[in-house]
Nanobody
Framework: QVQLVESGGGLVQAGESLRLSCAAS????????MGWFRQAPGKEREFVAA????????DYTNSVQGRFTISRDNAKNTVYLQMNSLKPEDTAVYYC????????????????WGQGTQVTVST
């Protein structure tokens, strides 16, 4: 059984930083891509970042480019999202997700999801 568990969310002020983690367990094949999505109240879940199996390939949505950094530790089956210079519009529930092999930004292409962690950025 595949399980993804996010942690690291919380309440911060604008301009501060947070680091999210997502630990994966179970069988989900080799060379899997890990991604982060977020969902704000009343909005659809949107792509934030993704990273390839090797870590050599990354992709970000424009609004977080230069502020967020995705990384992974395959020995720990864990993906991280370092979030700097946080803004109130970053407030959302953040989800990690896994899919096999190819990078993707569409949420429907991801096979497994975590339960989410709340990030709240105050002014």
């Amino acid at each position: 059984q595949v399980q993804l568990v996010e942690s690291g969310g919380g309440l911060v002020q604008a301009g501060e930083s947070l680091r999210l983690s997502c630990a994966a367990s179970g069988r989900f094949g080799n060379n899997y891509v890990m991604g982060w999505f977020r969902q704000a109240p009343g909005k659809e879940r949107e792509f934030v970042a993704a990273i390839s199996w090797s870590g050599g390939g990354t992709d970000y949505t424009n609004s977080v480019q230069g502020r967020f950094t995705i990384s992974r530790d395959n020995a720990k089956n864990t993906v991280y999202l370092q979030m700097n210079s946080l803004k109130p519009e970053d407030t959302a529930v953040y989800y990690c997700a896994v899919r096999s092999r190819l990078m993707a930004t569409m949420r429907t292409l991801y096979d497994y999801w975590g339960q989410g962690t709340q990030v709240t950025v105050s002014t």
